[in-house]
């Protein structure tokens, strides 16, 4: 049997899965001079992103005209953002757990001066505020994923009040859209395999000399919160849904590989979809709550900031007294609400919660080298904790209310 024919006859998951450990080999055998694919790993992330945006439109508005009833809009959004602010708080709280436990700021030495510009920490009205975009089109052009899902759920919300016959109109002519972005992606998986191979070596390449003395205690608090919060989602899977957990996490599978090579929520959202699909999530449903976690649901940014935080609370001796940890959690649940969608963009989130509390800046800069080892980690519990809640507010509404089914496009490669 041929290479080729055993490659076509595995499933994604497979392909990916042993790109991703190829490109690790890679990596740590060639060093920088792997670096010279590089360019297929970006490719890789520049397809993504080219449907990412134009995909979450066209789905959020789909999803929720198709709910047919305004008030199951309603029902659907109040379930889901409960269920994305109680993980979140889960999220924090088991960083500062972790953090604790492993003390990774215990013995470290900081001596260096962060310069960068810090950004005011926004109060709960200015983050409300700041949701809502003044021209749709500087919004469409800055990539700004806040406030083009909150455009997307007015325009979708508003087609809910037509006269039937113009929402059906306008809900098929969305609907079509979807499955046309649905076809490309379907293509875009098909090379894959080729841009996660790039992305992994490039990855250890680059960063793979830094698993050194202290910064094994940082990530080693940092992975480990992330196996007790997938603890928490697997609790959760049990009680809420019939989902078994190896269906769950075999059908996961793409997802999560996907995540650990692109480090970006955003970019992960039209493998999420398709994830949804495969679980039997209605697309009345995940249209609406996947790109919307996309943007609100932050867990893995809401671990990272409270570790951050003790690391550099640890590292300067500065007193942790209840109310402290209050603020804290508080700060960091808005600080992932608004948190960006792509790699790297929790580094923001940590300069402002380091500068409020008075630590020191240099932080900043020492977590910032070793970014992309975490990142690609919280990056997977966030888009995890997004097609969780998807799947438990599904299965409730088929207990409490019918969803209006859609026809769906199944992504396969």
Known sequence: MSIGTIYRKNTLVIKLLVALVLGVVAG??????????????????????????????????????????????????????LYYAATTIIAIILGFVTGTLLKPGIGFTLTGKYDAAIAKVPSFLDTLVGLLPGNIFQTLTEGRLDQIVVFSAIVGIAVLFLKPEQKEILTKFFDSLAQVFNKIIAGILVYAPVGIFSLAAVTVAVYGKILIGFLVKYLGASYLGILLQIVVYAIL?????????TKFFQKAGVLIITAISTSSSLAVVPVNLSVADELDVPRSISSFTIPLGAQVNK???????????????????????????????????????????????????????????????????????????????????????DLVGTVIVSQSENRSAPSVAIPETKVTA
């Open 28 to 81: 740590a055998a060639f060093g920088d001079r792997i670096l010279v694919i590089k360019p297929l790993g970006s490719i890789f992330l520049n397809l993504l992103k080219l449907v990412a945006l134009p995909l979450i439109i066209v789905n959020l508005i789909s999803g929720i005209s198709a709910l047919g009833d305004p008030k199951a809009f309603g029902r659907i959004g109040v379930k889901i953002l």
């Open 237 to 245: 899977l049990t009680v809420f849904t019939k989902v078994p957990l």
């Open 299 to 385: 867990d893995g940014n809401g671990l990272m900031l409270a570790i951050t935080f003790l690391f550099a609370a640890q590292a300067v001796g500065a007193p942790l007294p209840l109310p402290v940890f209050i603020k804290a959690i508080v700060l960091a649940l808005i600080l992932t609400t608004g948190a960006g969608g792509v790699p790297g963009g929790g580094i923001v989130s940590i300069a402002v919660i380091i500068d409020a509390f008075g630590l020191p800046l240099e932080v900043v800069g020492i977590v910032s080298g070793i970014f992309a080892l975490i990142d690609m980690g919280y990056t997977t519990l966030n888009v995890l904790g």
